[in-house]
């Protein structure tokens, strides 16, 4: 063999060995990203150190008198999702305290919101201030730190449209007022933020769809909770929320309920198939059913639907203005419900998860 066929035969050789180990290594790439896919890693069994939990209590909205809707899956694949987890983690709440301190927090919390002045005594842990000048009223549960700024809408009549902050702006606002009251957690700085322009109607406010129309706006706040929403009894509406003006904050909601990350443990969960069959026996939690672009804040009107099509099933976290003692998994169904007359509406109802063995019995 020449020298020039000895120089080529390696040339070969090394291009081959090139492709070969180029090959070994991508498969190697996909391999590894596939297999937990193929053979997915067992989990260690559920902790469940907490006992049996209660159920959390969520309210439902009924349906139309005499309705008793159909359920459908209609989900992408046209059969129920099977990649849902099966546990999760259950968190304990930090229960509030009442303490000699409590009084005096509240108060330099009230002086904060600009209300001064004694406040009068509802119950032992529930304060309420009143500013008659400017029509407000503030009440501040001393125990939980939870409160309601509230102002009469009649108080708002000079506000002019087309003059709110504008969603961007809002969300700064909203959040920045809550940080000076030392009172938005890591939790919440870092979740969801969602604004929605407002106009007042009489005594009532309503969302529009542009700044022009609107003379407030308004901002939920939502957590997540190991990347899955934490959800109140209305899905779009958050435990916290701030409502501005031009140059006022006339409306705040807050309810937070703080976790301790150090408090949790693992919880079986409801299989899918059991899970679509108490959706098919009408034990859903309905939280919200409305045309599509209906106002999600306004006040419930019954329907009865005939069918209702699933179209995603999810896992999250059920949160609640009443004080619970645990932040537990709930599955969240998400949809369209139809009417005779063929009307669209969008269904969202909740179903706690825990597995039946791991709930304890009501008394």
Known sequence: MTLTETAQLTKRSAIVLTVILLAYLTSQAVWARVKPIIFPPRLPPPEVAFGKLPTPTIPSLP????????????????RLPQNLPGQAQVYKIILPKTTLL????????AAKLEFLGEPRKISSSEYRWEDADKGRTLNINIATGNFLVETDIRKLSGLVGGSPPSTAAAVDQA??????????????????KEATYLKIDGTTLKKVATPAEAQLTRVDFFREIDQRPVVGPEPHAGLISVILGKNAIPFVSYYHWPLDPEQSTTYPLKKIEQVWSEVERGEARLVFLAPEKADPFAPYEPWGPPTVYIHQISLGYFDSP??????????????LGVTADRQQLKYIAYLPALASDWVAEEK
């Open 102 to 109: 409590s009084s005096t927090r509240a108060k330099e919390l």
């Open 322 to 335: 009443r004080q619970q003692n645990f932040l537990q998994p709930i599955y969240i169904l998400e949809g």
């Open 63 to 78: 349906f139309k008198e005499g309705a008793s809707p159909r359920y459908v899956i209609d989900t992408t694949t046209g």
């Open 175 to 192: 959040r920045n007022f809550l940080q000076g009251l030392e009172s938005l957690d890591e939790y919440y700085r870092e979740g969801r």
